[in-house]
């Protein structure tokens, strides 16, 4: 099956049923998007699916003919972070740092939509991830930072 990561077109020996998770992470070698729960609700896992903030463990590769999945390594452009990135290291968001790309990417999908999110517009759509160290302030101020520079 051929799909889009990362803007390079990939083949997978994987059958249709295959999660996009272990695609990713045991036969492309992008293991910057992590396994959490495998279901679908810490977002550990989070990518972008033409986007789309989406599950990937609970995302099939046979559901992606077509279209385009961005993980957490598909975000730096030319040596350069994303803003979104920048802003979580600058806030010094991360301690253990197991869900950092998932909260990125939910982030990036965030700010897409919604340049200018209210703080209860940013705890509403990232309520799906969960950070065990318990960073939330932090992520939250480097949230309303990023949505200065997006």
């Not at 957490?72 to 979580?88: D, S």
């Not at 065990?132 to 101020?141: A, D, V």
């Amino acid at each position: 099956m051929e799909l889009v990561i990362n803007e390079i077109k990939r083949t997978s020996s994987a059958t249709p049923e295959a999660s996009l998770l272990s695609v990713l992470r045991d036969e492309f070698d992008l293991t910057g998007t992590k396994y959490g729960c495998g279901e679908g609700q810490c977002g550990a896992c989070t990518v972008l699916i033409d986007g789309k903030a989406v599950r990937s463990c609970r995302t099939t590769i046979g559901s992606l003919q077509g279209k385009v999945v961005t993980t957490i390594e598909g975000l730096e452009k030319n040596g350069r972070l994303h803003p979104v990135q920048e802003a979580y290291l600058q806030a010094d968001v991360f301690q253990c740092g197991y869900c950092a790309s998932g909260m990125v990417m939910s982030t990036v999908a965030l700010l897409k939509n919604n340049a200018s999110p209210t703080e209860e517009q940013i705890k509403s759509f990232m309520n799906g991830n969960m950070c065990r160290c318990g960073t939330y302030p932090f992520i939250l101020k480097a949230i309303q930072e990023a949505a200065t520079k997006v």
